[in-house]
C-alpha cells in the first residue's frame, strides 16, 4: 500500500511523469497560494470520486462507465467550486475558470478508469491521496519557481528584494506569462529525469 | 416495447439513480453555502462601488427592481445606489449592469458622477471570458478609457487613441466581442438608469 501511495509522488507523478493535468499546470502556478488552492481542490475531488467509482464498481457497464465517472467527478467539482465561492472568494476569483475544468483534468477521469473501478475503496483512497498530493507538489514546485523569479515572493512572502522596493532583484516579466511556464516546467521535467536515471543506477 | 423499456431500465438504472443521488448532494450543499456566498458577492460589490467612488461614505439603494431591456430585448432587474460622502453630499451612482460576454455572463458595476454626465468608470463584479483575451476587460488600460467618458451612446472602435476621453472606446486587440460586450451592457444599462434617476429627481 505504502507504494501505491509513493507511485503518484514520484515514480507515476501526474505531472512530472504522467504528463497529465497540463492545463491547470501551466495556467494557475503564476503564484503557489493558487497553486496550492487547484492542488487541495483536486485532491478532494480525486479522493472523492475514487471512493464513489470504487464503491460501484461491480455495478457499471461497460458503455456507460465514462458518463458515470462524469457524472461523479462533475458532481464534485460543483461542490468544490460553492466552497471556494464560499469560504476562499479571493482565490475563486483568481482561479476562476479553471475550477470547473477540474472535471476534464485527465487525472481524476484516469484514474476513476485505471484504478478505483478495479479495486478496493482502501486502495482507490491511497491512490487517490499519492496521485493527488503528487500533483499538488509539483504545481507548487513549479508556482514557487515561477513567483520567485517573476515577484521575488513565495506565498507573498518576500525573499528577493525587489529592486522598486529598494532591493537588488529585477524581477523576470516573462515568467509570469506563459513562455515562462513552459521553460520552468521543461527545466523541470529535465531535473527529474535526471535524478531518475541517477537513482536507476 | 415492454421488452426496451425493460432493457433500458436494467441497463441505465444506476445512472438514473446516481442523477437523482448526486442532485441531492449539489442541492443541499448549495442551499447551506448560499448565504455565504451571497454575503460574500454583497461585499466584493460594496468595495467595488467604494473603489469607483472614492469619496463615497455611505451607498444606499435609491431604486431597486429597475427594468432594462438589452440591446438582444432581453428585460433584467437592476437596482441603483446613490454614493454619499461623509457629509450627506452626492458623490454619484452606482448600479449592476450585466449581459452576455464572449463565454458567458458579464456583471458589472458602473458609477455615474452626481449630475449623471460622465462616467467614474466600472469594475468586473462577475465574468467567464477567456483568460488572457476577454478577461483583459478588468485590466486598468481598458477601464481607464470609461473614466470621464460622456454618457451617452459609446463607440467601440478598433484603433484610436485609447488615452483620449471621449465617446470612443478602442477595443482590446483579440478580444472583441468581450470589449463590445462591455460597451452594449453599459449602453444599454446607462440609458435606463438615468431615465430613472432623472424620473426620481435624484440628480444634483
Not at chain 1, 5 to 15: I, R, Y
Amino acid at each position: 500500500m505504502p507504494k501505491v501511495f509513493l507511485a503518484g509522488l514520484w515514480s507515476e507523478n501526474p505531472v512530472f511523469r504522467l504528463l497529465l493535468g497540463m492545463c491547470p499546470t501551466l495556467a494557475v502556478t503564476t503564484g503557489a497560494r493558487p497553486a496550492l488552492t487547484m492542488g487541495v481542490s483536486v485532491i478532494f475531488v480525486l479522493l472523492c470520486s475514487n471512493i464513489m467509482v470504487s464503491l460501484m464498481r461491480n455495478l457499471l457497464r461497460p458503455h456507460l462507465r465514462i458518463l458515470m465517472f462524469a457524472l461523479t467527478i462533475s458532481t464534485f467539482v460543483t461542490i468544490v467550486d460553492l466552497f471556494l465561492k464560499a469560504y476562499q472568494p479571493e482565490m475563486s476569483g483568481v482561479l476562476g475558470p479553471y475550477v470547473p475544468l477540474i472535471i476534464v483534468n485527465c487525472i481524476i477521469i484516469g484514474r476513476a478508469e485505471a484504478c478505483a473501478s478495479r479495486n478496493s475503496v482502501f486502495t482507490s483512497i491511497v491512490d487517490a491521496l499519492g496521485m493527488g498530493f503528487g500533483f499538488t507538489v509539483a504545481l507548487v514546485v513549479l508556482a514557487s519557481v515561477r513567483e520567485i523569479l517573476s515577484h521575488g515572493t513565495v506565498f507573498g512572502l518576500e525573499i528577493l528584494p525587489l529592486f522598486k522596493s529598494g532591493g537588488w532583484f529585477h524581477g523576470w516579466a516573462m515568467m509570469a506569462m506563459p513562455a515562462g511556464a513552459f521553460i520552468t516546467l521543461g527545466l523541470l521535467l529535465g531535473l527529474v529525469n535526471v535524478i531518475s536515471r541517477h537513482q536507476e543506477k | 416495447m415492454l421488452n426496451k423499456i425493460q432493457y433500458f431500465f436494467r441497463q441505465s438504472w444506476l445512472l438514473i439513480v446516481a442523477t437523482f443521488f448526486y442532485a441531492l448532494l449539489v442541492v443541499v450543499v448549495n442551499s447551506g453555502l448560499s448565504s455565504q456566498i451571497e454575503a460574500n458577492r454583497i461585499n466584493k460589490l460594496n468595495n467595488l462601488m467604494k473603489g469607483l467612488i472614492t469619496q463615497a461614505e455611505v451607498f444606499e439603494k435609491v431604486i431597486e427592481e429597475l427594468e432594462v431591456t438589452d440591446s438582444h430585448g432581453r428585460a433584467v432587474e437592476t437596482a441603483v445606489f446613490k454614493a454619499l460622502d461623509s457629509e450627506g453630499k452626492l458623490q454619484g451612482f452606482a448600479f449592476i449592469a450585466s449581459g452576455t460576454g464572449f463565454a458567458d455572463k458579464i456583471e458589472l458595476v458602473v458609477a455615474l458622477d452626481g449630475r449623471c454626465e460622465h462616467f467614474l468608470g466600472y469594475a468586473v463584479l462577475s465574468s467567464n471570458e477567456t483568460p488572457g483575451f476577454g478577461d483583459r476587460i478588468k485590466n486598468d488600460y481598458y477601464r481607464s478609457q470609461f473614466s470621464g467618458a460622456p454618457v451617452g451612446i459609446l463607440k467601440l472602435v478598433k484603433t484610436g487613441g485609447a488615452g483620449s476621453v471621449d465617446e470612443e472606446i478602442v477595443a482590446i486587440s483579440g478580444a472583441t466581442v468581450s470589449s463590445r460586450s462591455v460597451v452594449e451592457i453599459i449602453n444599454d444599462f446607462t440609458k435606463e438608469v438615468k431615465r430613472a434617476i432623472t424620473r426620481e429627481g435624484l440628480s444634483i
